[in-house]
């Protein structure tokens, strides 16, 4: 009985040619969110400021991330328990690069656009100012991965300056990380 069971759950399974969502939309699943800014950041000279090994380079213990919530307070992006402190540092080919979340987690405090800002050290800060667009995936389209809703960046700016826009271009054309001069 346990064989003829199965047998029908795995002919029910593989009779299926497409899936479709609660939306009658067919074949996406999932959500992607990307609400991160990757950047490098170099000196007058060109020399990474993130790697440690570099004269000058900024201390990551010593870095802060805060988000301007709706009611004009500042939110420190510092979860000890669970280490999530708003950023990353990386290595890549091209050098070392900080993934810098820029919205809060914390849904109420949503804003768009949302201000984040980079605490380097004590005497330097930068503003990151960003956008967000939140859409239906396309399930013909590959670049959005069979997804039901994106929600991404869609322009961001630093310290006034346009670094990234158009999430799925950037991303689709393989674009390089921007790079800010400090």
């Known amino acids: 009985m346990k064989k003829i069971i199965y047998f029908l759950f795995v002919f029910i399974l593989i009779s299926c040619d497409k899936t479709v969502d609660r939306d009658n ?14 950047v490098l ?3 007058s000279n060109g020399e990474d400021l993130l790697n440690p090994k570099t004269k000058g380079a ?5 870095i802060q991330i805060y988000y301007l919530l709706k009611d004009g307070e500042l939110q420190l ?4 328990l669970n280490k999530q402190y708003g950023f990353r540092i990386m290595h890549c080919p091209e050098g070392y690069f900080i993934s810098v979340s820029l919205r809060s987690t914390r849904v109420k405090y949503f804003l768009d656009p949302q201000t984040t800002y ?4 004590s005497h ?10 939140s859409r239906k995936g396309d399930p013909k389209d590959p ?21 990234l ?18």
């Open 25 to 38: 939309d067919d074949d996406c699943f999932g959500v992607l969110i990307d609400w991160d800014a990757r």
């Open 41 to 43: 950041i170099k000196n």
């Open 58 to 62: 900024y201390n990551r213990d010593s």
């Open 77 to 80: 992006c510092r979860d000890t």
């Open 118 to 121: 980079i605490k380097w050290n």
């Open 124 to 133: 330097d800060t930068d503003t990151i100012v960003t956008t967000f667009l």
């Open 143 to 163: 670049s959005d991965g069979g997804n039901c809703i994106i929600d991404t960046w869609d322009k961001v700016t630093y310290n006034g300056k346009v670094i």
């Open 165 to 182: 826009e158009n999430w799925k271009e950037t991303n689709r054309q393989r674009k390089p990380l921007p790079i800010v001069i400090k």
